[in-house]
């Protein structure tokens, strides 16, 4: 299977593929069920979307597993992705036998409790399908929103300007620890500090050589990027290992 399509990563295409068709075709079922005269018209393409999307949320998890050893991949989304593809998988087999059963009029007991088999699982598709697009959406956009929509802090007072050098840099408090002032005086490409869970790591020199490209690193600079740096690389060893041997000093 292709990792990249037109030189860019094939998983995000097939994520937004699923997270537009998948929920779709859930709605459709639960229409379908309540309302019987539409079942012969459009069973047919309420089924066999869900079976595509089946698919399509199979090779989102094995294309996402491929683009992690890339870029990482935040523990939160990878679990909830892993957890869409049997429930979209077992939906699409519900709503076969269920169109089948509907194609027939079959009534009792079994038609009953198809149908509400189908609404359940499709609520519950539509649910997971909401949670897997959100932690995405969150791994990939928080720590850059945060990083956008934060205040830029006063500048430091006269007094502190006329004390010596080294204080006036602003990079140490008298204990040693570095403030988030401090941090926010290193937010450019060419002087990138951010703090990581209590730590304050100089990160200019990894922005040219992180796999996933410059802009996850850029919106940490000169922020508190625990957020964003835990929502992409909580319980991996390597990043951790990788950011600690940028360490400032602790943050005060």
């Not at 204080?167 to 937010?187: Q, R």
């Not at 490409?189 to 990894?206: E, F, P, Q, R």
């Amino acid at each position: 299977m292709p990792d990249t399509i037109g030189g860019l990563p094939l998983h995000p295409l097939v994520v937004h593929a699923v997270a537009v068709l998948l929920p779709l075709c859930a709605v459709g079922l639960i229409i379908l069920v309540l309302v019987p005269k539409w079942r012969r018209t459009y069973g047919w393409l309420v089924v066999g979307g869900l079976g595509v999307s089946a698919v399509c949320a199979w090779v989102a998890k094995e294309t996402g597993q491929n683009l992690a050893t890339v870029v990482g991949v935040p523990s939160e989304h990878a679990e909830w992705g892993d957890r869409l593809v049997p429930i979209s998988a077992l939906l699409f087999v519900v709503a076969a036998i269920w169109f089948w059963f509907a194609r027939k009029e079959t009534k009792g007991a079994a038609a009953t409790l198809l149908n509400i088999a189908g609404i359940a699982l499709a609520l519950l598709t539509i649910g997971v399908t909401i949670l897997v697009g959100h932690s995405g959406a969150e791994a990939a956009w928080k720590a850059k929103y945060a990083a956008a929509t934060q205040p830029i802090p006063a500048a430091t007072t006269a007094a502190s300007s006329s004390a010596s050098p080294a204080a006036s840099a602003g990079t140490t408090t008298s204990s040693g620890a570095i403030t988030m002032a401090d941090v926010a005086k290193h937010s450019t490409a060419k002087d990138c500090w951010s703090a990581v869970s209590g730590n304050v790591y100089d990160l200019t020199k990894w922005i040219s050589q992180h796999p996933g490209g410059s802009g996850p690193i850029l919106g940490m600079c000169g922020t508190d990027g625990t957020a964003g740096f835990e929502g992409q690389h909580a319980g991996q060893g390597r990043p951790a290992q990788e950011l600690a041997s940028f360490l400032v000093g602790p943050l005060g």
